[in-house]
């Protein structure tokens, strides 16, 4: 057994270790009641400045937008395809797979997407919309590209298995690789690797951007952090 008491060092070896300090075989959760569905909106940027500005807002405790959402997940498709669109877990029309498209080929380079997902049941369905309202007036996407998708949160949850169940059938088990970039590096990140190595490559595996906060991280981690946001 090892806690923040018990043990220290393996606590938070393992926290940030990815597996590689220690196995859990029992942990102990605090349940709350699970809400029945999500509000989940899908918004499309063609620069990397604002979709960076955009998820720094959401995790923000510092703005109105603060504590609003309960998902945010940003994403860089380098090439927007039909096949990869509809075979996405979010569901689009045939219209908007064209217009998702046509922007793309427009941009003669990446794109990004904000995904921003709000739970919500049958006594707070009013309240999770006019949390949507705000985020579309405030957010800084490309005007005419934010996409809507009601479903239920377990549909939701497994969205990632449905995607690596067809990719295992390719062969592609799991294709994520996870790193830190420090904010001051985010525009190089995105000119050297996005926009020159990975130009006009045929990836598998998503391009998955989450904004995090330095002040989440505890320096006793066994993850390496950047010294900065």
């Known amino acids: 057994m090892y806690s923040e008491e018990f043990n220290p060092d393996l606590f938070y070896a ?17 349940l709350e009641p699970a809400q029945k569905r999500v509000r989940w909106r899908r918004l499309f940027y063609t620069d990397i400045k604002l979709v960076t500005s955009d998820l720094e807002k959401l995790i923000s405790p510092d703005n109105n937008l603060s504590g609003i959402i309960d998902f945010v997940e940003g994403e860089v498709l380098l090439s927007a395809t039909q096949a990869s669109l509809i075979g996405s877990t979010f569901n689009f029309t045939d219209s908007d797979v064209q217009k998702i498209i046509d922007l793309a080929s427009d941009n003669n380079g990446p794109i990004y997407l904000v995904d921003a997902v709000v739970f919500y049941n049958d006594t707070t369905a009013t309240s999770a919309e006019q949390k949507v309202d ?17 479903i239920p949160l377990l549909n939701f949850l497994n969205r990632l298995h449905y995607q690596e169940t067809a990719r295992s059938s390719q062969g592609q088990f799991h294709p994520w690789l996870s790193m830190f970039v420090p904010k001051s590096k985010i525009l ?35 993850a390496v952090t950047p010294d900065e946001e």
Not at 199 to 222: F, I
């Open 134 to 150: 705000l985020l579309l007036k405030e957010l800084q996407y490309t005007s005419g590209f934010a996409f809507s998708n009601d």
């Open 188 to 222: 190089e990140f995105d000119s050297n690797v996005y926009k020159d190595i990975l130009n006009g490559t045929n990836t598998a595996g998503s391009l998955l951007l989450y904004p995090m906060n330095r002040t989440m991280w505890d320096d006793d981690m066994s």
């Open 14 to 30: 393992a926290l940030g270790g990815l597996g590689q300090f220690g196995v859990i075989t029992r942990a102990r959760f605090a």
